[in-house]
């Protein structure tokens, strides 16, 4: 690498990037919104000569920006947030630029070294159980994602019980979780070889905003046992993905321990809240768990992929192998982005980061429930709120094509983006506030387009 050369096209990429984030519309272009746009647009094979950064730009600029949902617009309020920031991308290329593969200690020793600093400050932070300190006998990792996290765990939890009941026992093992848990869980299922007819998605309860009854987690238990199966392991959510519920920890930390199985909290999107006082206690029961996982990359202002998982038990070791704690073996020096958050913005900046998505929503979901025509599906817990245009109620199909076309023409307009779920059957919009750049203005302007598309709609005009 040159370092003038690369001095010169960084700082264009930086000026680059600097104008063209925060201006873009949220979703992608209506002209890209095809499977194989951009095959249409590019050549089927690479150039045999070097192309030129001025060329790239403008590839980049017509034919690839387009092309991109914007995330960090203020304008996106879809699935979950995935924040960027300052501090987050210079990690990201500080990170670039060592390019180390720190799969073992001695491959890098500052990657390792910072990873477990950070973990442990993040530990302190949320207030975990000491146990889950890298004094104590346990430790965090970063992974990639939430699903590496919870693969990861099964995996462990599977070897210990097989290791306790023989390796021809895998047939009988069984997870538990709520049929409100992300699909990531049965993912690792299949990989982790679990029987398909022993992964047991109970259903959550509506009643208390889909959050799981344990009553219905430990008779689902019981009658396993009574068959002769082995229950091992159950996943509780802080923060579903589909309406922000949260599992009851206490009681699945006790029917955990009085089972001895593992308990994996996976608070993938929520888990950023629980560093404000205010909102530390959706993690009481925390105790219990014998894994923890957040995502730092969601709400947490450092670039993806960034994915913190806390495990009590490892082995007695002074030197950490972080490749012994996940699948691939390479790594990179992903603690550093993290550390940077953490150190140019602080706790005290972290905590009113979310604090204000908090108010944010709130403000949203009065908003919505200023006008009857809509209403509020579930009760808002952290910045997700549910919602949905009321159907008549001889409405055929309970306002699915009404809210599916209300979420449509919203995206369609190119101004903001918004994503759905679909709870006790009923077709929900889903208004997620956490990009870093969101404003009362942009919540105001998105509501605005909200209820004029519904007044077009409900007039039936094109
Ligand atoms: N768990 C929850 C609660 C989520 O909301 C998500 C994604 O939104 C995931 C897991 C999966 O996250 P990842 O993409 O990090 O695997």
């Known amino acids: 690498m040159d370092a003038e050369q690369l001095r010169e096209c960084g700082h264009r990429m930086v000026d680059f990037v600097a104008v063209t984030n925060p201006s873009r519309p949220s979703p992608s272009s209506a002209k890209c919104r095809h499977p194989g746009y951009l095959k249409e647009l590019l050549p089927d094979t690479a150039p045999s000569k070097p192309d030129t950064l001025e060329a790239l730009f403008y590839d980049i600029r017509e034919k690839i920006v387009p092309g991109v949902t914007h995330w960090q617009s203020p304008n996106y309020f879809a699935y979950y947030p995935s924040n960027s920031s300052t501090a987050g991308f210079l990690g990201e290329m500080l990170s670039a630029a060592f390019n180390i593969v720190g799969f073992s200690w001695i491959t890098s020793p500052a990657a390792t070294e910072l990873e477990v600093i950070v973990l442990d400050w993040f530990a302190k932070m949320l207030r975990l159980p000491s146990q889950f300190l890298s004094t104590a006998l346990g430790g965090g990792v970063i992974q990639g994602t939430a699903s590496e996290a919870v693969l990861v765990v099964l995996l462990a939890a599977r070897d210990r019980t097989l290791r306790k009941h023989g390796k021809t026992s895998l047939e009988k093992l069984v997870v538990y979780a709520s049929d409100q848990t992300h699909s990531a869980l049965q993912k690792a299922c299949q990989i982790a070889g679990i029987f398909p007819e022993n992964v047991r998605l109970v259903k959550a309860d509506c009643d208390k905003n889909y959050a799981v009854a344990p009553l219905a987690i430990s008779d689902a238990i019981a009658t396993d046992l009574s068959s002769g199966l082995i229950p091992f ?130 403000h949203f979901e009065q908003l919505v429930i200023s006008d009857s025509r809509f209403e509020v599906v579930t009760p808002r817990t952290f910045s997700l709120v549910c919602l949905r245009l009321v159907p008549l109620a001889s409405d055929q199909d309970n306002g699915r094509k009404l809210n599916y076309d209300l979420m449509d023409a919203a995206n369609s307009s190119g101004k903001i983006f918004i994503s759905h779920t679909i709870l006790s059957g009923k077709f929900v919009l889903r208004f997620a506030v956490g990009a870093p750049l969101t404003e009362e203005q942009h919540i105001n302007a998105a509501w605005k387009i909200l209820q004029d598309l519904a007044t077009k709609q409900l007039l039936g005009s094109p």
């Not at 922000?244 to 996976?266: F, R, T, Y």
């Not at 608070?267 to 894994?291: F, K, M, Q, T």
């Open 233 to 362: 392991f159950i996943c509780a959510t802080v923060g579903t993905t589909s309406s922000s519920a949260v599992d009851p920890l206490p009681e699945l930390g006790q029917i955990a321990k009085a089972n001895n199985m593992w308990l994996h909290i996976d608070a993938a999107y929520a888990g950023s809240a629980c560093i404000c006082p205010e909102y530390r206690h959706y993690l009481n029961g925390v105790e219990e768990a014998d894994s923890f996982n957040m995502n730092a990359h969601k709400w947490f202002l450092t670039n993806f992929d960034c994915s913190l998982l806390w495990v009590k038990a490892s082995e007695e070791n002074s030197v950490f192998d972080f490749k012994d704690w996940q699948i691939p073996l390479g790594r990179c020096f992903r603690s550093l982005k993290l550390w940077m958050v953490l150190r140019l913005y602080g706790v005290d900046n972290l905590q009113s980061h979310i604090r204000k998505h908090i108010e944010l929503a709130k």
